[in-house]
């Protein structure tokens, strides 16, 4: 994958999460129900949401971060000992930092 098929793969899911983040943040504005239950079961439903959106939002600042070094020429490089992070690894980690060695 050339870095420019990177970079909009990355901007792709950014857009993505942007939109999720969106929908849950629009979803827990929604008033509770007057029944007594249904708040219950609101209520846990809000959680979960919760801790998807604040996954989601880590998930946005490490691929924010990816495209900053993508502008910064430092993608995929391992910030740890400075050899290339392998396609393989940023096929599965497209933010990926460090190498897979210095991951493990």
Same mark, same amino acid.
């Given at each position: 994958?050339?870095?420019?098929? *990177?970079?909009?793969?990355?901007? #792709?899911?950014?857009?993505?999460?942007?939109?999720?983040?969106?929908? /849950?943040? #629009? #979803?827990?504005?929604?008033?509770?129900? %007057?029944?007594?239950?249904?708040?219950? /079961?609101?209520?846990?439903?809000?959680?979960?949401?919760?801790?998807?959106?604040?996954?989601?939002?880590?998930?946005?600042?490490?691929?924010?971060? %990816?495209?900053? *070094? /993508?502008?910064?020429?430092?993608?995929?490089?391992?910030?740890?000992?400075?050899?290339?992070?392998?396609? %393989?690894?940023?096929?599965?980690?497209?933010?990926?930092?460090?190498? *897979? #060695?210095? %991951?493990?």
């Amino acid at each position: 994958m050339t870095l420019e098929e *990177r970079k909009k793969q990355i901007e #792709d899911r950014v857009a993505e999460l942007t939109a999720n983040l969106q929908k /849950i943040e #629009d #979803d827990l504005d929604q008033p509770l129900p %007057a029944h007594l239950e249904d708040q219950a /079961i609101d209520l846990e439903d809000d959680e979960v949401l919760e801790r998807l959106g604040r996954t989601q939002q880590q998930e946005l600042r490490l691929l924010n971060d %990816a495209l900053k *070094r /993508i502008a910064d020429g430092t993608y995929g490089v391992c910030a740890k000992c400075g050899d290339d992070i392998s396609q %393989a690894r940023l096929d599965a980690v497209p933010y990926a930092m460090i190498c *897979r #060695d210095c %991951a493990a």
